[in-house]
């Protein structure tokens, strides 16, 4: 089993940026896909981008390509979300997931296990 904690969001203007971190337990964690994903008000679970195994493949939604970046240190089993640019469509409660299955996942009942989520609020 893995736990996840997310930490690093808060309230920014439009334009600024912050980093979101996953910090992990668990030794197996590099055997986990891991992603991002947001959930709006009124709104479901979407995906925002995911890392593999060992952090050599990445892929983003379109909504925030160019602009999130995510990466991972397995040593420090923690997977980080740089957001540059941030758009007010950007509030959300952003939590991380991993999953053992195949690359390329992005719905998020395909992911195992959960953090508690981290609200991110962008005001114009």
């Known amino acids: 089993q893995v736990q996840l904690v997310e930490s690093g969001g808060g309230l920014v203007q439009a334009g600024d940026s912050l980093r979101l971190s996953c910090a992990a337990s668990?030794?197996?964690?590099?055997?986990?896909?891991t992603g991002w994903f947001r959930q709006a008000p009124g709104k479901e679970r979407e995906f925002v981008a995911a890392?593999?195994?060992?952090?050599?493949?990445?892929y983003y939604a379109d909504s925030v390509k160019g602009r999130f970046t995510i990466s991972r240190d397995n040593a420090k089993i923690t997977v980080y979300l740089q957001m540059n640019s941030l758009k007010t469509e950007d509030t959300a409660v952003y939590y991380c997931?991993?999953?053992?299955?195949?690359?390329?996942?992005?719905?998020?009942?395909?992911?195992?296990?959960w953090g508690q989520g981290t609200q991110v609020t962008v005001s114009s």
């Open positions: 997931a991993v999953t053992q299955r195949q690359w390329g996942e992005r719905a998020p009942d395909r992911y195992d296990y």
């Open positions: 890392i593999s195994r060992g952090g050599g493949s990445t």
């Open positions: 668990g030794r197996t964690f590099s055997s986990y896909v």
